[in-house]
């Protein structure tokens, strides 16, 4: 059972196309992330939603727009894409703390999309 | 200021030999968590263990540790009898905040495990 899908899983376009990725996770999960891991191997965070609405926008380019359609969805759209856009983007759920004060956070195999 | 540090970029351990990895974190926020992930060459982000602030002992998973030393704010991940397919990057991150939603997760730069046969 896949817990957090993501489509497609590779993405290879060029400079000025629009483009998305899906992700869908089935855990439950009321929040969901996109991050972005450069080819330096760093990950920062992108957006984060909380049932379907905006936490976290970490001063990504408005080219991006995630849209979540409901709690389990967490789509990004890219318009314009440029050369910097290249990298592995990852989707990711999470539930917060449980009754034991523990968090999970589970990621989606990740996009590699490549600019040219 | 960096949040979360990982000092070692990369490592070499001989299988069968047990591996501490070091991250150390800053906050001020009394209430925070702490991750590690394993990320091997096929790319995928593998959730391998949590500890939060409050946790009076270590976590364990299996052969996966975590030495959590609160006063020097470091959670070193200790992998017991190290098997070739350790082999991977290994991020710590942090959350800061009671597992809130809006508090986003902070991930150090990583470090690249080998395993020697």
């Known amino acids: 059972d896949t817990a957090v899908s993501q489509t497609p899983k590779y993405l290879v376009t060029q400079m000025g196309n629009d483009k998305s990725i899906k992700c869908e996770q089935n855990?439950?999960?009321?929040?969901m992330y996109w991050y972005k891991q450069d080819s330096k191997k760093f990950l920062k965070i992108m957006f984060s939603y909380n049932n379907k609405e905006l936490i976290i926008n970490e001063t990504v380019p408005n080219r991006f727009s995630p849209k979540s359609p409901d709690k389990a969805h967490l789509n990004l759209h890219i318009n314009s894409l440029e050369l910097g856009d290249s990298a592995v983007y990852f989707c990711?759920?999470?539930?917060?703390?449980?009754?034991?004060?523990?968090?999970?956070?589970?990621f989606g195999p990740g996009t590699r999309l490549l600019v040219l | 200021a960096q949040k979360i540090t990982q000092t070692q970029p990369g490592m070499f351990v001989q299988e069968k030999e047990a591996v501490t990895l070091d991250c150390t974190y800053d906050t001020s926020d009394p209430s925070y968590g702490l991750f590690w992930y394993k990320q091997p060459s096929s790319g995928e982000m593998i959730f391998l263990i949590y500890q939060g602030s409050y946790d009076q002992q270590n976590a364990t998973e299996g052969r996966y540790s975590l030495n959590f030393q609160k006063a020097r704010k470091s959670a070193n991940l200790v992998i017991s009898a190290s098997q070739l397919g350790d082999s991977a990057m290994y991020f710590c991150?942090?959350?800061?905040?009671?597992?809130?939603?809006?508090?986003?997760?902070?991930f150090g730069s990583g470090t690249r495990l080998s395993i020697r046969p």
């Open positions: 990711a759920s999470s539930q917060g703390w449980d009754e034991n004060l523990r968090e999970t956070q589970y």
């Open positions: 855990l439950g999960h009321d929040t």
């Open positions: 991150a942090m959350r800061e905040g009671r597992g809130s939603s809006a508090s986003k997760i902070i």
